[in-house]
């Protein structure tokens, strides 16, 4: 938060005043990135947009959001830690949590199994994980994941 007011040319309590914390500050600096994301499930072209069945779209939207994770690990997790609890508190968590719902609507309990399907995709955990397994071993593991629950 230093770097940033000190680079911003304001103190660090205006920082504070306008982000709240460093969780509201990531998520201001990844907001546009989510939007190219959200309007490409809610507007853009099958399989991630509408109009494919719904295990394409799963499968379109663990593709597209590891790729956005991968890019943006540090502050997706910046985002996501900065205090307990706050990955469930961003209203991009909301959206991808809604989405992934509507693709399971015919399964049973699929809140439930939304917030399970998205844990693994949580930016502290890949960050943990990814040392030792690398990106290609990370991307398989949560594609079989979300497939089993695809057709399950």
Known sequence: MDQVATAAGVGKGTLFRRFGDKAGLAAALLDSRERVLQDGILTGPPPLGPGAPAPERMAAF???????????????????TASPGARYRIGAYRFWHRHTVILLDDRPDAEATAHALLAPLGAEHIAAILPDLGEDRVRASVHRLWNAAATE
């Open 62 to 80: 663990v593709e597209a959001y590891l790729d956005y994770l991968f890019e943006h690990l540090p502050l997706v997790r910046m985002s996501e």
